[in-house]
């Protein structure tokens, strides 16, 4: 039985390969034996604070090394690291650092303005760090985090095992995000134990034969960029994966995406592979190509990994148009149930948008609880076994709705529906919820139209997900306005962007007469959505 916990790996890893590259950005190298010395310091320092076994250390940082160095102290100082969606106004981060429980915080100066109006809320804190950047050093009451990485400090002798844990915060359908609960043990299996199925490497025994694994003539491990956010499931899992077998992370500098940042990155570190999130950056990618075919040496790129969003056959079979030696790799799942599904694109083989191969661990389930037959045309729920998390974190309800019992045995079924094809793909037909997917992020719709019905023009409000090519969907708000009033689009998505993290604005707004509410106070999603199309298709030239 494994006991695998990522702060024995790397610190194995970095005793193996100490000179390799483990943390890149822009000119920025920091080698396994400098990681290793910086995230030994930082957990001694967040022991010395008085931290509890288990503790939570909130990561509230934009992509950079900083971000796997925090959660690497995290796990060697017995803590769970516990992600923080950076586009939240400030209610939501009061409730995810209270709901948490978090007793330490590194955090970019850059969000000093927002936590200097909450700080005094969060009582649980103990501990506070700031990671410079272009706004400055950050405030007094924080404590510099280069000062304490770059100190002399001995790393105190802990107990860690495969047990300890790592939250992984999604909003989903949840409405409130919840804290999904990984046993570090579980996640390092389900992402293969350091084998890869693609490669049909099998998972390693243990840290001596993973560790014996890793060639130490090659000048550096396998290069990954990882251009989606760090503070996602896709980056996060991604990266802790690479950093198993001896490899290095790559961030880009920028903040905004800049697709000629990221090609012209992969050139100059012969990255070896990409993870990304779908059509919100394979679209921009193939448009920028398209346009200058013969800029980018790309010739290092054999894998480009996607999750959580719509990436379309047409995207991909263009993409190896220019990168045709690679793999494009589409997976299905979720922060609850990893390895439900994989699409694997190649040159000539551009897979189907929304059909994947069912995982090893995978099964669709009817309201019986019976599992779908193949062909049978019968829709049920998808359902993930084997290693999957313990539940939510503070939430015995939900974890009881998401993590279910079927023939005999506990499944994670975070409410996708799909059926079984003949040759046993999945085809996927959405979230049973009204959940919106856009760019990647999930967004409750009733939390934005509770947003909307603060404004004094809206008297009622509903929020739908239409397609949308680079997003996969895009928020529109129905809007039924008070009597003579009215309502634009800036005017709402301003108001929502004060409330709440700026991508749940709408991108579109629908005026109605009525919402037309049932008398329980439901309404028909499904044909508000519908009417939102016609009345938009109107509006197009």
């Known amino acids: 039985m494994s006991n695998w916990n990522f702060a024995e790996i790397f ?3 970095a005793a193996r390969v100490p000179d390799r590259p483990c943390q890149i950005q822009g000119d920025r190298v920091i080698t396994w034996a400098q990681f290793d010395q910086r995230t030994n310091a930082l957990a001694a320092d967040l022991l010395a604070s008085g931290v509890t076994h288990q503790a939570k250390l909130a990561c509230y940082l934009y992509n950079s090394p900083e971000y796997m160095e925090s959660m690497t102290a995290a796990f060697k100082a017995g803590m769970a690291p516990v992600n923080t969606n950076y586009r939240y106004a400030a209610e939501e981060i009061v409730y995810l650092f209270d709901n948490a429980d978090a007793e330490a915080v590194v955090f970019h100066a850059v969000f000093t303005d927002l936590l200097e109006h909450v700080r005094q809320r969060l009582t649980k804190v103990k501990r506070w760090y700031v990671v410079s950047d272009e706004t400055g050093n950050g405030p007094e009451w924080a404590t510099p985090y280069e000062s304490v990485v770059n100190a002399p400090a001995t790393m105190p002798a802990i107990e860690r095992s495969g047990d300890d844990l ?5 909003g989903g359908t949840t409405g409130m995000p919840k804290g999904v609960m990984w046993r570090q043990d579980d996640l390092y299996n389900v992402l293969g134990g350091g084998g890869n199925a693609v490669l049909g490497t099998p998972a390693a025994d243990g840290i001596d034969d993973l560790m014996s694994r890793i060639d130490t003539t090659a000048p550096a491990g396998p290069v990954m960029l990882v251009a989606c956010p760090l503070m996602h499931g896709t980056g996060q899992f991604s990266a802790l994966n690479n950093m198993g077998v001896g490899g290095c992370i790559v961030t880009l500098v920028h903040r905004k995406f800049d697709v000629s940042e990221l090609l012209g990155t992969i050139e100059r570190r ?9 059509q919100a950056f394979a679209g921009p990618m193939l448009e920028h190509l ?33 990168i045709p030696q690679a793999i494009l790799f589409d997976s299905f799942g ?3 149930a990893v390895g439900m599904g994989a699409s694997i694109s190649s040159k000539g083989a551009p897979q189907q948008t929304a ?3 069912i995982g090893a661990t995978c099964a669709v389930f009817n309201e019986l609880g ?4 193949p062909g049978s045309g019968e829709q049920g729920v998808v359902a993930v076994g084997g290693f999957i998390p313990l539940g939510y974190y503070k939430d015995e309800a939900k974890s009881a709705q998401t993590f279910r019992t079927y023939e005999g045995r506990r499944w994670s079924v975070p409410g996708d529906f799909a059926e079984v094809n003949d040759d046993g793909t999945l085809k996927l037909l959405g979230r049973g919820s009204v959940c919106i997917n856009t760019g990647g992020e999930k967004v409750f719709p009733e939390e934005v139209e509770e947003a909307l019905k603060t404004h004094p023009c809206v008297r009622d409000a509903v929020c739908v997900g239409l397609p949308d090519d680079r997003f996969g969907e895009v928020i529109c708000a129905v809007v039924e306005a008070e009597p003579g009033r009215e309502t634009d689009l800036p ?4 108001h929502v962007k004060g409330l709440l993290a700026h991508y749940k604005a709408p991108r579109h707004v629908v005026a109605v007469d009525t919402i037309g509410r049932a008398p329980n106070g439901k309404v028909d999603y499904k044909r508000l959505k519908e009417l939102a199309l016609s009345r938009l298709a109107e509006t197009r030239p």
């Open 270 to 278: 012969s990255v070896n592979s990409v993870i990304i999130v779908g």
């Open 370 to 373: 019976q599992r779908v037959e």
């Open 290 to 322: 398209t346009a200058n075919p013969d800029r980018y040496d790309l010739s290092s790129l054999g894998l480009v990994t996607s999750s959580g969003v719509m990436w379309s056959q047409d995207n991909k079979a263009g993409l190896l148009e220019f």
């Open 491 to 494: 005017t709402l998505s301003d």
């Open 355 to 357: 059909k994947f191969q």
């Open 334 to 336: 979720s922060s609850e």
């Open 166 to 170: 790592l939250l992984l915060y999604t």
């Open 11 to 13: 610190a194995a890893v």
